[in-house]
């Protein structure tokens, strides 16, 4: 890597204080770089040095300070003031359908009026905004940077304008509307992801507004219909589909959408299971001639996972990445369509998830789980029970009970690229900006990752909320966790343009 030598020297005709002459081996003339209040910036062919103070610095150096002068530190109050319109929002974004269709256009009304005058729909700056809809009211915000070289590029993806549900009753403050208590910024969405719609709206404005000269293009999408996968075709997955990501591709991509200022280097993959199960209806006073759904919901659910854990079992990267928990399989819900309290109903079903590690496969998991169901099935009369008239069978009257199983739509995990240039800087920034780095995994999901890194992208993922708040009650972030992560940002892009 060259190594510049930085001079100052003064420069009263040019009404500044000092010029900047930077030394760079077999250039034979004087070339004009860059100009600033700060800084004229020559490079010189040779120089001769005799002030034992004049330090080196590496091209990396150089960059990385030129830009943090240019774009500087989040505009604290123009966050706070962007965030307490997006928290205002959040009430109408909440998303779990069919009760709760988020509107994502209220939120990007606010990014646009932030990065519109900076635009070249108006004639105000560079940027290069796209409102992608294809629901109505349903918009994905697509801004763009231009760079100088062709192909060189890097992004800021996966910040969505949708929020999960918050019941004001459970809460100590009211979830909709912005409130400050000393470094916390309070409402549903300020970790999981207004929070970070604010922060990458900042930092794009601010480049459409100082307009620094980068090499690479910086690309940010705000995304739609992120927290619930009932309604498709929304979001980044119509983006994808569509081909509108494409040239994200040729460089780093960075899902911002996790927590605690380090890098999330793991992701699970989901499987929304239900399991109905029949039996037969009778008085509970006679439950030798009744078949117990619910009874045999429990101990069918237990053969699952039993048989779950002994295929897939702990693995041994999981250790590498530091995963917190292995792949996991289990209940979370139950319902039963109801009856008198002496009644053994006919039915129930138990609904729940996988949390598949990303060493597992997604499609092999959900063939197995369908294999145990058809074996149980098959084989009820041998499904362990509880107690001498809890039975599965009821071979006078020709009755078995039996498992059904479905499945929503699943998503893979995915571990990313620990060897990935994307990866590196990533890394190097935390540590530049926080102080230390140390990657974590876990078996949340986020969606389409792994798709786009089958197809090609360096996926990198982080987040500047807390994870102790994220889909939590009284949900907040720390302003001056976002104020590092916006110069994470700053370095970043400093970074890729070496």
């Known amino acids: 890597m060259q190594a510049f030598i930085i001079l100052l020297l003064e420069c009263p005709h040019l009404s500044i204080t000092h010029t ?15 100009f600033s209040s700060k800084y004229v910036i020559f490079l010189l062919s040779s120089v001769k040095i005799s002030n034992p103070s004049i330090s080196a610095i590496t091209t990396s150096d150089f960059h990385s300070t030129v830009s943090r002068d240019t774009v500087g530190d989040l505009n604290t109050d123009s966050f706070v003031k962007l965030l307490s319109k997006l928290i205002g929002e959040s009430e109408y974004v909440q998303n779990n359908p069919p009760d709760l269709i988020p509107q994502e256009d209220r939120i990007v009304r606010h990014v646009l009026d932030a990065l519109l005058p900076y635009s070249t729909q108006t004639g105000g700056g560079p940027l290069i905004v796209n409102h992608v809809t294809y629901f109505p009211g349903r918009g994905n915000v697509i801004v763009e940077y231009p760079g100088t070289v062709p192909g060189k590029i890097l992004s800021f993806v996966g910040m969505h304008m949708d929020v999960v549900t918050a019941n004001p009753n459970d809460w100590d403050f009211d979830p909709f509307t912005l409130s400050i208590d000393g470094d916390k910024l309070r409402g549903r969405g300020t970790t999981d992801c207004l929070g970070h719609v604010a922060l990458i709206t900042e930092l794009m404005r601010r480049l459409g507004e100082t307009k620094p000269k980068l090499k690479s293009t910086v690309v940010a999408v705000f995304i739609a219909n992120e927290e619930n996968s009932a309604i498709s075709g929304v979001g980044v997955d119509a983006l994808v589909k569509d081909g509108l990501l494409n040239k994200l591709k040729e460089g780093p991509l960075y899902w911002i959408d996790t927590a605690d200022k380090q890098p999330c280097i793991g992701t699970g993959g989901m499987i929304p299971w239900k399991l109905r199960v029949t039996g037969k209806l009778f008085h509970s006073g006679l439950p030798h001639k009744a078949i117990n759904p619910l009874e045999l919901a429990m101990d069918a659910v237990k053969e699952i996972q039993l048989r779950f854990y ?14 917190a928990t292995p792949s996991t399989m289990k209940p979370t819900q139950w319902h039963y ?17 996988v949390r598949l590690t990303p060493f597992y496969n997604v499609i092999d ?8 169901v058809d074996d149980i099935n098959n084989h009820i009369e041998r499904l362990e029970s509880r107690g001498p008239v809890s039975k599965y069978v009821l071979p006078d009257e020709d009755l078995r009970g039996s498992l059904t199983i479905s499945f929503d739509e699943a998503m893979s995990g995915v571990a990313c690229d620990l060897k990935s240039h994307g990866f590196h800087v990533l890394s190097k920034a935390t540590e530049e900006v926080v102080g230390y780095v140390k990657p974590y995994s876990i078996t949340g999901s986020l969606p389409l990752i792994r798709e786009l890194q089958d197809e090609g992208f360096d996926v990198q993922t982080s987040g500047y909320g807390l994870m102790a708040t994220y889909h939590a009650k009284n949900e907040y972030c720390l302003l001056s966790d976002m104020c590092q992560g916006y110069q994470v940002f700053v370095s970043i892009i400093s970074q890729l343009e070496d």
Do not use: W
């Not at 900047?20 to 860059?34: I, M, T």
């Open 20 to 34: 900047c002459l930077v030394l760079v081996p077999k250039c034979r003339s004087f070339e004009y770089l860059d």
């Open 337 to 353: 369509p109801g009856g008198g309290i002496n009644q053994i109903p006919a039915e129930c079903t138990i609904s729940g998830d």
């Open 310 to 323: 002994r295929d897939f079992p702990p693995h041994p990267k999981e250790q590498i990445y530091g995963f």
């Open 365 to 372: 998991v959900m063939k197995k789980l369908q294999e145990y």
